[in-house]
């Protein structure tokens, strides 16, 4: 294993950790409070900042204008942005475009990348994935229930979706539908790319999600496809091949996503230390710091957050020599654990900080609501362990 970081490499991160605690810091007392909407011109300002340091979607491969990182450094790349919930977004290499930007790169036709993918990374368009469904189980998305008939040239689209992240304001969704129900199992969905706008796609309500609904980028949405019709030519990559296309989509999403909660743990982590240096707790003086237990939550917090991070860039580097497919269990491991890791490191510097961390003064009750969705979005836990320990106990069976 080497995680070696090379000159050039430590020199960006450098640069993206001045940005963020200078830049993006000092944004988030709003971001909290107000519509994403509503911030988007400022967030602009600093995104074009970016594009000046030439730091401007680092995660995308040469040809569509990033750096062409390898794993580990992509992972590193995004624990440095996700110290802040703002980070991965002003960088551009945020969840869902970046999944969907790198499948359209990995299968869309020529026009496909024209019209979809050019101006997705250039910032011009945003995306959305829609795959849950309300009435169906996402920890088995073979049960689908949304159909995509194919009539004349073009597929007619019904079904019902929710928790497509960012749908509000996309120019796009790529809908994962089945379009032949007599084949395999495994072959019935294919992913379709739907604009927005098409008649028959609905977004029916940003879903409200720990007492916020959100707007624009920051939002969940449940959308109602009604015999929306688009144009075969819309179908991304071979007819049948979603499931296969959306396992390539997670394995490096899970990197990205475990780094982001790592770098949440780091601030996270921060905070909590320096909270217990300064709050005093008695006449003399003495501080949280002081206390048994507090010193027991800072070791702890940091063996683990050490761990989860080693874990991850190991998965990383497991992904860089053999693939995604070779790395199910590292890829499966880090998803739960580092997510559990950071619920546990977000909750003791809560704690620590008392009432204080229970109002948005700090980032850490917006962290406290919206990371708990990490143990159940992209596999929840226990699917996971379950996967996992019947791959594990396959070994064992002579
Ligand atoms: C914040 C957020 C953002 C999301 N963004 C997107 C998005 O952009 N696009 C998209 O398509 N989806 C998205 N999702 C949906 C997400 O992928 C699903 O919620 C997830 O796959 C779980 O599916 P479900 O909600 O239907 O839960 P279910 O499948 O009903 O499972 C409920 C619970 O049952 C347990 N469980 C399920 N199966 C098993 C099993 N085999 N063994 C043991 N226990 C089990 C688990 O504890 C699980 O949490 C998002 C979800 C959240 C919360």
Known sequence: MDFTVSDKMQTILKMIHEFVEKELFPLEKEFVKKDFHELLPVIREKQRMVKEMELWAPIYPPELGGMGLSMVEHAMV?????????????FWCQAPDAGNAEIIHMYGTKEQKERWLAPLVAGDIRGCFGMTEPDMPGSNPVLLGTTAVKDGKDYVINGHKWYTTAADGSQFCI??????????????????????????FNLVRNIPVMGHEGTDYASHGEIILQNCRVPQENLLGPEGHGFVMAQDRLGPGRIHHCMR??????????????RANFRKITRDGQTLASRHIVQQWVAESAAEIQSARLMTLHAAWCIDQVGAAKARDEISAIKFYVAGVMQKVIDRALQVHGGLGMTDDTILAYFFRHERAARIYDGADEVHKTAMAKRILRRYTD
């Open 78 to 90: 995004s624990e440095a942005l996700g110290r802040s919930p703002l980070g991965h977004y002003v």
């Open 175 to 200: 809908v994962m539908a089945v379009t032949n129900p007599e084949a395999p199992t495994y072959a019935q969905a294919s992913m379709i790319i739907v604009p927005t706008d098409t008649p028959g």
């Open 261 to 274: 909660w790592i770098g949440i743990c780091n601030r996270s982590f921060d905070l909590m230390c320096r």
